[in-house]
Structure formats: C-alpha cells, structure tokens
C-alpha cells in the first residue's frame, strides 16, 4: 500500500520569505513523487516531479523540492514567497507500475502582503 | 492548444434522478480517471480507466457508473443510490502504461443536490 501525509493543513508565510510544505510518504520500492497546485474552482495543475537522481528538482513558478529517501520526506520549496503562491498543494506518490497515484489531503498556502 | 474539457462546470441534482458528467481530452491519453474532492479530504479515486472499453473501481465507486467507449471520453453517472453526491469532481489524464509523466486535469465539475 502507498500512503501520503502533508501534516499541515494550512501555512501562513509573508511574501517574500521562503517558504516550505511538508510531505512523507510510503511505498514500495522507489517511488514517482508529484507536486501539484490547485486555485479555487480549478483543476490541479502539475508543478513538479522526482524519479531518479537529483535529489533537489526544479519546477515551475520558482517551486523546488527535495527528495530525502532516508526520511521518505518530498518537502515543497520557494526561496521568497508572492501573494499569487497562495493555493491549495497536493503531494502525490505512486508505485513504479502503478497506474494509481495516492494524494495527500492537501496544504493551503497562505501568503500574507 | 491539448487538454481536458469538464462540462457543465456547474451541475445540480434532483431527488432519485440520475447525472453524467463530461470528460473529454485531446492528448492522445489511454488512462483516465474521476476523482471526488472534498474539502479537507484530498482527491478520492472514484473509476479509472486504462485503456478503451475497460475500467476498474477506485476506492468510492459505490453510487456512480462510467463508460469508456472511445479513447477522448470517459463520462461519469451519479446514479440516484449516491445520497450524497454533493462534491467537486475531477478528472484526469495519463499516459498509458505506467510511465513517470504527471496526471493532467480538467477544471472540474460542481455537482449540488436541489
């Protein structure tokens, strides 16, 4: 079985500040890990994705986010935060030949003029 | 431009009655999927699809059917035994065998009982 945990519902930033949004997860053998974005009353929108090397990946709008096999961790980073970051994040994880990805239940972002 | 078109955008229900929601996408996709999102729940797998003229249940299929007769759609019926359909549902597309590319969504549909 595949689990993911985002163990903050919300975080609250300043713009321009870093920010971070946690994630874990468990699967079996090495995993496929997403980010995606989510404003109100739209789909998800694809950020960002770990499958081999690097452990820090680069992604759309400024987000990156670091792999930590050691601590199953795949924690979402902007190095100075916009007000226009505010959404809804979802962690996902899927097996390797899995069609079926498990999200997390979500992170709100808040980002504070 | 390629993508996934979800309509209507906003649905609403009436006691015993049944409603089909559209999924239909242009990227050459074989899997599909429908969630359910509520708030504070994440996304649930309601039907998934790998290929044309085959799907499986997700883990809520209970009170809802689909279909997957052509390759673009795959649309989704909140049959009446759904007592509450109230929800965000989304769907989404992949490549098809399991590969490392992302899932693309559709913006969504409404669905609200009358």
């Known amino acids: 079985a595949q689990s993911v945990a985002q163990p903050e519902d919300q975080v609250n930033v300043a713009e321009g500040n870093p920010l971070t949004v946690k994630c874990t997860y468990s699967v079996s053998g090495n995993p496929y890990l997403f980010w995606y974005v989510q404003y109100p009353n739209r789909g998800l929108q694809f950020l960002l994705k770990?499958?081999?090397?690097?452990?820090l990946v680069k992604g759309s709008y400024g987000f990156e986010a670091e792999f930590n096999k050691s601590q199953t961790s795949f924690h979402l980073k902007k190095p100075s935060a916009l007000v226009s970051d505010s959404a809804l994040y979802f962690c996902a994880v899927r097996a390797r030949g899995s069609y079926i990805p498990t999200f997390g239940r979500g992170t709100s972002l808040i980002v504070h003029p | 431009d390629g993508g996934i078109t979800q309509s209507p955008k906003y649905l609403f229900r009436k006691e015993g009655q049944n409603v089909t929601l559209s999924c239909e996408q242009n990227?050459?996709?074989?899997?599909m999927y429908w969630y359910r999102q509520d708030p504070g729940q994440g996304l649930r797998l309601i039907y998934y699809s790998q290929i044309v003229n085959d799907f499986q249940k997700g883990d809520i299929a209970e009170g809802y059917s689909v279909s997957r007769e052509k390759k673009e759609s795959f649309p989704l019926t909140v049959t009446s035994s759904q007592k509450n359909p109230t929800a965000f549902y989304l769907c989404?597309?992949?490549?098809?065998?399991?590969?490392?590319?992302?899932?693309?969504f559709g913006d969504g549909t409404r669905l609200s009982i009358l």
């Open positions: 989404a597309s992949s490549m098809g065998a399991p590969s490392n590319q992302p899932q693309h």
């Open positions: 990227l050459n996709h074989d899997a």
């Open positions: 770990y499958i081999t090397g690097d452990n």
